[in-house]
């Protein structure tokens, strides 16, 4: 199975602890996203990589979050100082871009996170 | 700030017949539209897509169309199938596929 790949699948944490998410994308694919679902609402878009760059951050993202693409390959997303509305879904999704078109983004199976 | 809308949380039909799923937005700028697919515990799964320059796009019984003036976009499904039961999401974006905008969702269920 070569599709985007998120670990761990669940995390429970205590509030102000850290966790730190990975995902693994296509291995073709240079651009990276993350994302964060809440119940009822769709996923929202947190940031995103053009190989190693981080090229977008939305204002959801706070200072707690931080997310790296050191080598162009896999991600990580950081989350510091838990706050119990960060309960969430992360999902990491996974495109490529040529030129000036970019394929459809694809999903892996997230990450589902739940601060206590 | 809701720039894509699907207003029906939920939608149930029966086993053979059509399943049309609504999506509006608000944003003149989205060019390429595209529709998911979600189960339980599962990421969304891309289903079909279409770029603002057509007004209709068919992958065998999935199609899209797509109403610029009416900044309105639907997901037909025929026939429906009891597999076809999910959450779908209909999503949007501008400039390249940055930042793409889901709406809430819609929950099909297709009864046998």
């Known amino acids: 199975d070569t599709g985007v790949s998120q670990n761990p699948r669940h995390k429970i944490t205590k509030r102000g602890q850290n966790v730190t998410f990975r995902c693994d994308p296509i291995?073709?694919?240079?651009?990276l996203y993350w994302y964060r679902q809440t119940l009822g609402q769709g996923p929202e878009f947190l940031t995103y990589?053009?190989?190693?760059?981080?090229?977008?951050k939305s204002r959801l993202l706070s200072d707690r979050f931080s997310a790296e693409r050191p080598k162009g390959s896999f991600s990580t997303l950081e989350i510091q100082r838990t706050e119990q509305g960060d309960s969430a879904m992360y999902l990491c999704?996974?495109?490529?871009?040529?030129?000036?078109?970019?394929?459809?983004?694809?999903f892996g199976p997230g990450t589902r996170l739940t601060v206590l | 700030d809701q720039q894509v809308k699907q207003n029906s949380p939920s939608l149930s039909v029966q086993e053979g017949r059509i399943s049309i799923l609504n999506c509006d937005y608000t944003n003149s700028m989205f060019d390429y539209f595209l529709w998911y697919k979600k189960y339980p515990a599962e990421g969304p799964t891309f289903l079909i897509s279409i770029s603002s320059i057509k007004d209709k796009n068919e992958d065998g019984r999935f199609t899209v169309f797509l109403n610029k003036s009416a900044k309105h976009l639907s997901l037909h499904i025929v026939p429906s199938q009891p597999g076809d039961s999910a959450v779908y999401f209909c999503a949007a974006s501008a400039d390249n596929n940055n930042d793409m905008r889901f709406g809430a969702g819609t929950r099909l269920t297709v009864k046998p």
């Open positions: 999704a996974s495109s490529r871009t040529s030129g000036w078109s970019t394929d459809t983004q694809y």
């Open positions: 291995s073709e694919h240079n651009r």
């Open positions: 990589f053009q190989n190693e760059a981080q090229l977008e």
